[in-house]
């Protein structure tokens, strides 16, 4: 069925450690997987995206990687900051359709 | 920056009544949608809208549903009858080259059936 699921649903660190969130989809044809931030009652909000043809997409502290063979990506924060506080999540832009299939979400607590 | 807007931004409204939440999506986008977001859960798909017929909805986007562009810049969803699981916060989307590139989010409205 469509599923993204998102590991872990909580996540806390100390400021400038690393912080890695990770989705796993079932399509092997998604070929679009944008992760998006949202603080509490905002828009999310697009952070970074990948697309299949590549495998490792970086802005900043920012940075996603994907392993088609292994149906999985991931989002890496680096030097993370308390305003990096906020629930993340990853999608995947189902078959040949319209729509973006989001995980569960990942809540980030980043204590300073 | 442009950005997607709805209004209003909170709606409370009672079982069985209609409601339209409104968005104006960005001006040169194309390809508009609707999400949906019940308190503490995930985002989920409701429909997608190009060209002026939808082009793909999930089973959550019953007969209850419908969404329309009226003019030239608001794109519409309608509710018909809410019921209480209908509570959750609406979000519209749009982009300009389609799926595969970034679809834009409004702040959303939260929808409140009592």
């Known amino acids: 069925g469509e599923n993204v699921e998102q590991h872990p649903s909580t996540l806390s660190v100390q400021e400038g450690d690393s912080a890695v969130i990770k989705c796993t989809y079932s399509d092997s044809a998604s070929n679009y997987f944008p992760w998006y931030k949202q603080e509490l009652g905002k828009r999310p909000q697009l952070i970074i995206d990948i697309r299949s043809n590549v495998g490792e997409k970086k802005d900043q502290r920012i940075a996603v990687t994907l392993n088609k063979t292994a149906k999985h990506f991931s989002l890496h924060i680096t030097e993370t900051q308390p305003e990096d506080s906020a629930v993340y999540f990853c999608?995947?832009?189902?078959?040949?359709?319209?729509?973006?299939?989001f995980g569960t979400g990942t809540r980030l607590q980043v204590f300073p | 920056e442009p950005e997607v807007t709805q209004t209003p931004s909170h709606q409370v409204t009672q079982m069985g009544q209609e409601v339209i939440l409104r968005c104006v999506p960005i001006s040169n986008h194309l390809y508009f949608y609707w999400y949906r977001q019940i308190l503490g859960q995930k985002v989920e798909f409701l429909v997608s809208?190009?060209?002026?017929?939808?082009?793909?909805k999930s089973e959550i986007f019953d007969d209850q549903f419908s969404v329309e562009r009226p003019d030239g810049s608001n794109f519409t969803l309608k509710i018909r009858s809410t019921k209480l699981e209908d509570s959750a916060m609406y979000f519209c989307a749009s982009s300009d080259f389609g799926p595969n590139t970034e679809a834009f989010f409004g702040q959303g409205t939260r929808l409140t059936v009592v």
């Open positions: 999608a995947a832009r189902w078959k040949n359709t319209d729509k973006l299939i």
């Open positions: 809208f190009y060209n002026n017929e939808i082009s793909e």
